[in-house]
């Protein structure tokens, strides 16, 4: 079992900046590709990147690509995702999510572990 906490949510206006941060506890994060997914109200949960055990392969989807990094501290047992340029269309719950595989890393349905959700709004 992996237990997932993350934090850095919230409101920061358009343009901003925004820190999230997860931090895991039971089983060796290193052991786990790490997930960012977004829930907007009414819409279905997203991907918004990830990256993989190991190598540290990191991917991300088309909307947040060069705003958005993902990374990670296996000696911390945290993962990041640092929000730049934050857009009123990013406003959600972020989740971050942990998965014993590597593929297909973009979809929810792969990962095994959850956190709760931080919420982030921007506005404009």
């Known amino acids: 079992q992996v237990q997932l906490v993350e934090s850095g949510g919230g409101l920061v206006q358009a343009g901003g900046s925004l820190r999230l941060s997860c931090t895991a506890s039971?089983?060796?994060?290193?052991?786990?590709?790490m997930g960012w997914f977004r829930q907007a109200p009414g819409k279905e949960r997203e991907f918004v990147a990830a990256?993989?055990?190991?190598?540290?392969?990191?991917y991300y989807a088309d909307t947040v690509k060069g705003r958005f990094t993902i990374s990670r501290d296996n000696a911390k047992n945290t993962g990041y995702l640092q929000m730049n340029s934050l857009k009123p269309e990013d406003t959600a719950v972020y989740y971050c999510?942990?998965?014993?595989?590597?593929?297909?890393?973009?979809?929810?349905?792969?990962?095994?572990?959850w956190g709760q959700g931080t919420q982030v709004t921007v506005s404009s």
């Open positions: 999510a942990a998965s014993i595989t590597i593929a297909p890393i973009t979809s929810p349905l792969n990962y095994d572990f």
């Open positions: 039971g089983r060796p994060f290193r052991n786990y590709s």
């Open positions: 990256v993989t055990w190991g190598m540290g392969i990191t």
